[in-house]
């Protein structure tokens, strides 16, 4: 996760340091921010569905961010694509254009899934294949050194 927190930095530290170096054209700045800024906006609303996989998996949305933040992400982008389509700006419109579909999506799982409740999943242990543990087993095994120690005492 640190070597891709570090990638992203050099790649937008890049386009920042040659926005200001090499580029000394108003518009051509602008084009170039603007769209690396799309870039990011577009993977911000798609970084929830990354556990797709794992909410259908364990038929659960415990692993998606709230459905708060998806209905708020959902409104955002419909209020920002209106307000390209007012100011006629392509790199306001465009992330959000597909941000609102992709904030559809999360609220579609939200609604298959909200009631179903199961285990708490480690998502390694899904990965590996290994056995699924309940949120109850999982504390126990955190606190039980804890507990152990006041039984002694």
Same mark, same amino acid.
């Given at each position: &996760?640190? &070597? &891709?927190?570090? $990638? *992203?930095? *050099?790649?937008? $530290?890049? =386009?920042? *340091?040659?926005?200001?170096?090499?580029?000394?054209?108003?518009?051509?700045?602008?084009?170039?921010? $603007?769209?690396?800024? &799309?870039?990011?906006? =577009? =993977? *911000?609303?798609?970084?929830?569905?990354?556990? =797709? $996989?794992?909410?259908?998996?364990?038929?659960?949305?415990e692993f998606m961010p709230s459905f708060y933040f998806s209905l708020a992400a959902f409104l955002g982008c419909g209020l920002w694509l209106v307000y390209g389509a007012i100011s006629r700006d392509i790199l306001i419109m465009a992330p959000n254009f597909v941000g609102m579909p992709l904030g559809l999506g999360q609220m579609a799982l939200h609604c298959i899934y909200r009631h179903k409740r199961s285990p708490r999943v480690e998502a390694a242990k899904v990965d590996a294949g290994e056995e699924l543990k309940s949120v109850e087993e999982i504390i126990k095994e955190d606190i039980k050194p804890y507990t152990e120690d006041i039984e002694k005492a």
């Amino acid at each position: &996760m640190s &070597m &891709m927190v570090v $990638g *992203l930095l *050099l790649v937008f $530290g890049t =386009i920042a *340091l040659s926005c200001f170096c090499a580029v000394h054209d108003h518009k051509h700045r602008k084009t170039l921010v $603007g769209t690396a800024g &799309m870039v990011a906006t =577009i =993977i *911000l609303y798609a970084s929830p569905l990354s556990v =797709i $996989g794992l909410v259908i998996h364990t038929k659960s949305v415990e692993f998606m961010p709230s459905f708060y933040f998806s209905l708020a992400a959902f409104l955002g982008c419909g209020l920002w694509l209106v307000y390209g389509a007012i100011s006629r700006d392509i790199l306001i419109m465009a992330p959000n254009f597909v941000g609102m579909p992709l904030g559809l999506g999360q609220m579609a799982l939200h609604c298959i899934y909200r009631h179903k409740r199961s285990p708490r999943v480690e998502a390694a242990k899904v990965d590996a294949g290994e056995e699924l543990k309940s949120v109850e087993e999982i504390i126990k095994e955190d606190i039980k050194p804890y507990t152990e120690d006041i039984e002694k005492a």
